[in-house]
């Protein structure tokens, strides 16, 4: 059973997932605290307050705290601004290969291996 455990533990998709994990939550920490600390600095002395959840409105008994969601929409934005230009840059340093070749390889591939086995008959 141990044994299983080491083998599941150190395949190579789960060493990847877990690597993949933690730059994410560090690359999080650092778009959440550009965005905290700079954009909306940035914000607060356009708009003149750095979070807006203080903007509410009362209806009866009830409070629709509108400023929060509005704080979540501008996060939201600027974080997925800040991705696609991440995205945009690593794209541009290392190119992707398309669909379209990795199928020829894909299919050079399995023609090799049928070559190889129909010359082993």
Known sequence: MIKDLKDFL???NVVDLAVAVIIGLAFAAVITSFTDDILMQIIATIGGQPDFSSLTINIGDGVIRYGSFLSAVISF???GAVLFFVVMAYEKIVPRKD????????LTEIRDLLKAQNENR
């Open 10 to 12: 150190l395949r190579g």
């Open 77 to 79: 934005i600027i974080i």
């Open 99 to 106: 669909a379209a070749a990795k199928e020829v390889d894909l």
